[in-house]
């Protein structure tokens, strides 16, 4: 098969948007700015789902579903979130349509169906669920209240891309209530630490752990927690936020529960989300020229098997070798698929599997069977050797394993090449021009100063790294006193 695709040298971005589509991940739909995911890219957000959901359900978190409205009152209870989401807002008027008597066949609003109270679409759940909290908590032992939900949510977006930007998408927002402060703190905190774990063990990205500056705050939150990721372009991406809520949202729906001296309290809150942005992720950290390279924890099929063959002799004696194959790879619990379609040659087969970034794929022909070997190729170094068919499965399990160690470590090596300090002006943007990635630098701590390199370079503070000391300094822009380095960057 022609692969066609762009190179990432010529163009990223165009890359990146023909990737997505000819990798059968997803397509754009009849709906502007929304997406389609197509069968095999849901079956990646499903193995990212099982996992995250495994990790959640671990930490003592529970799923629930609440609805996809939100009357329009109920959403402007809390004055922060509201005005931080209203100009993302889809909203429903009316309940009904009727036909058009000025046009046949056509329908129209019936202005007699107008809703008595607008109903908002939701962009995020905090408003329907703190509603719901009211009801739920009474007393300290109703907490602490730990509840996630998978869900959809919208959020209208002007310019979008696949899977980094649409109107609708993908979630799970996990929503909790704590009796005290320290323990909502030490939630926001977990969740981060789980999504960071979930991208560097299981997707193969290194990540940042910060704090987001109060202009990048979550709208309604006291803190947020973020992971940022780089991408091969050098631009960054924020892969996960974990938000402290303080007693915002408490306050604004009247949740209060009696401690144990009987005493009234607000509950102190969080909440916490990734997205199918992180499917963005994935395709931007590792992939090449020829396609998708996927992580083996992340891959729906792990191993591929083409047969090469001249007659349905050759292939009917393959197809014996290869299925005891299958069934000692299944056993180790390993994900296989047997490509043995007479419609498409092996040429075709091989650039096919390569696109949608198959980690491991096998050749077995009429000399392979004779020598007792198997050809396996691995997908992320384009290499290729001979194995012995004694001992294979294991052979196959040991080289996934070293397969996504490798991917990690090279993003990993990539990032940490790409995190430059600078301490002037002029090197903060000769940088950013001409290498990208993470910039450390000193910052006043204002809103105006972020604002105006913002304006003047694009990059914005992509997060306040939690592993980084305190050290005296000049902003790199005001040359005020500043405490502490920060990570710019251009984003996406």
Known sequence: MSKNLTTRSEDYSKWYNELVVKADLAENSGVRGCMVIKPYGYAIWEKMQAELDRMFKETGHQNAYFPLFVPKSMFEAEEKNAEGFAKECAIVTHYRLKNDPDKPGKLMVD???????????????????????????????????????????????????????????LWQEGHTAHATREEAVDESEKMMNVYADFAENFMAIPVVKGLKTETER????????????????????????SHFLGQNFAKAFDVKFANAEGKQEYVWGTSWGVSTRLMGALVMTHSDDQGLVLPPNLAPIQVVIVPIYKSDEQLATITEAVTALVGQLKKLKISVKFDDRTTQKPGFKFAEWELKGVPIRIAVGPKDLENGTFEVARRDTLTKEVVAKEGIAAYINDLLEQIQNDLFAKALEYRNTHITEVNSFEEF?????????????HWDGTAATEEKIKDLTK????CLPLDQDEEVGSCVLTGNPSSRRVFFAKAY
């Open 218 to 241: 979550f709208a309604g939150a006291e803190e947020t927690y973020c992971i940022e990721a780089l991408m091969q372009d050098g631009k960054a991406l924020q892969a996960g936020t």
């Open 111 to 169: 202005p007699n169906a107008k809703l008595e109270e607008e109903l908002i679409v939701r962009p995020t759940s905090e408003a329907i669920i703190w509603s719901t909290y009211k009801g739920w908590v009474q007393s300290y032992r109703d907490l602490p209240l730990l509840i996630n939900q998978w869900a959809n949510v919208v959020r209208w977006e002007m310019r979008t891309r696949l899977f980094l930007r649409t109107a609708e998408f």
């Open 459 to 462: 990059a914005t503070i992509r």
């Open 429 to 441: 943007k000769d940088i950013l021009e001409s290498k990208g990635g993470f910039i450390s630098a």
